[in-house]
């Protein structure tokens, strides 16, 4: 007979015998009966196991405690109690491994997320991280589903990079030579000639300079992979190692690239609703009453959409009172992108055309020569879940404004190629796929999305 996960076990008719296995997440009972709760991760759910004290020795029921695994056999039956439509009637009960009650970290509910996060190794064990995890995972999945659906290419950009797309100099090195005592130049810097790649390496920021050579051969591609920024931003909202959703179109303006997103973006979320109801409930319940009222009113309305200036003009006209000041020119915070978004307009928001100053050097210029032709959306609670932008396709002005920036042209020579040769319009935008599960999950650090989170001083597991 072959073992039946719980998420199968809890649909199957009555009146047949099964076999389960998990982890026991609670045990309860008298001197003649014991309830289980056993759970597989197949499900937030548990299938409750009914084991009569008479028929197992005593030492194996003893042993049975929060945290061991199990193997059962029994019949399954219709449930007795309420809460669940069947059970495991046991009559054969094997552990695989005991967990000590005095050592096991999870033997009681109800721990902090903090407290969690020192463990996070076994974490994915709790109710909550078994929600966000089978979220995250279906997350994954619809993004692929959603660009496959479009005819969209997922492409593989590298992870080892010579250049710095976005520009902000927070990138990990990435190298083989021996750091205590590297090989020196005659002016004492150091020698990455000698070096793996022969040349200074680092873990990308950002797989869209490659994917724009992807989309300008193939016309419209996504790459989904890890990014790393090694900025000391201890926040809520940043990972040192996160996953980035990154598509790029050919012959898409800022406008095409706006409906995407925000179509992309409703799709995901409406994924959720249709697909993850069960524990969406749990997070629901347990920690945010609103989630599943707000993951339904992203879905049906229309985003706002307006111009940074228009947007700067609103918050100093507000006269609220935030910890960094609002000035054109200002590189806006969460603080003031929360504040559009829940305070003045209630929904979602898009902003466009940013001073050029705080943006990176790939994107479009304006006529006005102050501003280019960037997005950023901004969801509640979260801030910016999206950054993109059309993309500057002239050779010429590309090239003004990497001197502007004094950039090493050199590095970049590959990357003016596209432009150089059979250039057009073309747009993307990179989602972060931590940030997006923050808002579907309703999490409230972006440390309790991701399975093993990096962050500044944190690497441990
Ligand atoms: O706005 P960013 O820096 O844009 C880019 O990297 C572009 N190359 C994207 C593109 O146009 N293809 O980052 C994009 C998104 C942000 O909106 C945010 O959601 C997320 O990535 N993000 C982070 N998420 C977690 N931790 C961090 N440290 C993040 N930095 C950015
Ligand atoms: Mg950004």
New binding site residues.
């Given amino acids: 007979m072959k073992r039946m996960k719980v998420s199968q076990l809890l649909k199957e008719t009555p009146g047949q015998e099964v076999i389960a296995k998990g982890w026991v997440r609670t045990k309860r009972g008298n001197k003649n009966v014991n309830f289980i709760a056993l759970n597989d991760g197949s499900t937030i759910k548990n299938i409750q196991i009914v084991c009569e004290t008479a028929r197992f020795e005593e030492e194996l029921l003893k042993q049975i405690t929060t945290g061991c695994s199990l193997c059962v056999r029994g019949d399954l039956v219709e449930s007795q109690g309420s809460g669940q439509a069947v059970e495991i009637q046991a009559k054969e009960i094997q552990i695989y491994g005991t967990a000590d009650p005095e050592t096991y970290p999870l033997q009681k509910k109800g721990h902090s997320m903090e407290f969690l996060r020192e463990i996070a190794h076994l974490r994915p064990r709790t109710n909550t991280f078994g929600a966000v995890l089978r979220i995250r995972h279906a997350m994954a999945f619809a993004i692929h589903k959603f660009f496959n659906d479009k005819g969209f290419f997922y492409l593989h950009t590298p992870l080892i990079t010579a250049s710095d797309?976005?520009g902000?100099g927070a990138m990990f090195q990435v190298t083989t030579l021996n750091v205590e005592n590297p090989p020196r130049n005659e002016d004492n810097s150091i020698n990455y000639s000698e070096d793996f790649f022969g040349r200074h390496t680092s873990l990308t920021?950002?797989?869209?300079l490659e994917?724009e050579m992807g989309a300008t051969a193939l016309g419209e591609i996504y790459t989904f992979g890890p990014?790393f920024?090694a900025?000391n931003?201890n926040t809520p909202?940043?990972?040192?190692e996160?996953w980035?959703v990154?598509?790029?179109m050919a012959f898409y303006e800022i406008e095409d690239n706006m409906d995407l997103a925000e179509e992309f973006i409703k799709y995901l979320v409406q994924y959720a609703l249709d697909n993850c109801m069960d524990d969406l409930q749990f997070l629901n319940d347990m920690f945010d009453k609103e989630l599943i009222e707000r993951l339904r009113s992203v879905t049906s309305t229309e985003f706002v959409r307006l111009t940074y200036t228009e947007g700067v003009n609103i918050l100093m006209e507000s006269g609220a009172k935030f910890e960094y000041p609002v000035f054109w020119g200002a590189d806006l915070q969460s603080e003031h992108e929360r504040y559009l978004v829940e305070k003045h307009f209630g929904r979602p928001v898009i902003l466009t055309d940013y001073p050029k100053d705080i943006k990176?050097f790939y994107m479009k210029q304006n006529e006005d020569g102050k501003t280019v032709r960037g997005m950023?959306?901004l969801f509640p609670k979260?801030g910016?879940?999206?950054?993109?932008?059309q993309r500057e396709e002239s050779m010429e002005k590309l090239q003004n404004r990497i001197n502007e920036l004094q950039m090493d042209p050199r590095g970049l020579e590959w990357y003016l190629d596209s432009r150089r040769f059979g250039t057009v319009p073309h747009s993307?935008?990179?989602?972060?796929?931590?940030?997006?599960l923050l808002f579907v999950t309703g999490m409230a650090n972006?440390r309790d999305v991701i399975p093993f989170p990096r962050t500044p001083k944190n690497a441990e597991f």
């Avoid at 910016?384 to 932008?389: F, R």
């Fill in positions: 797309a976005e902000a920021v950002s797989g869209q994917g990014t920024r900025e931003s909202r940043h990972l040192a996160f980035m990154e598509p790029e990176a950023d959306v979260i910016e879940i999206i950054g993109g932008s993307g935008f990179g989602l972060g796929f931590e940030r997006l972006i």
